[in-house]
């Protein structure tokens, strides 16, 4: 059906309040990460439901970041500050 094919899905609240310097796939293909800067902060996005999975700030702008398994549950991320943050789904 020529409509399902031209159609147009959006993701709510992909936004950052200044810029989004890093965005990755989950290697499962069903999560978006993004960081950004000015209240630096790493968001999760799950690409099935179209909306925000969480967010976490932190003290530092992330300059690098990598997905450590399958989905959003463990990433690592280089902070500008030469500090590497481990987060996890359970905090």
């Not at 950004?36 to 999760?44: H, K």
């Not at 702008?61 to 500008?80: A, G, H, T």
Request: glycine share 4%.
């Amino acid at each position: 059906d020529h409509e399902f094919r031209t159609r147009i899905e959006l993701i709510q609240d992909l936004e950052f309040p200044s810029t989004s310097s890093n965005i990755k796939f989950s290697p499962d293909g069903n999560f978006l990460m993004c960081a950004g800067c000015y209240q630096p902060q790493v968001r999760a996005y799950d690409l099935q439901q179209l909306g925000m999975k969480w967010e976490r700030h932190m003290d530092a702008e992330v300059v690098q970041f990598q997905v450590l398994s399958q989905d959003y549950s463990k990433l690592v991320m280089l902070q500008n500050d030469r500090n590497l943050e481990f987060h996890a789904k359970f905090g």
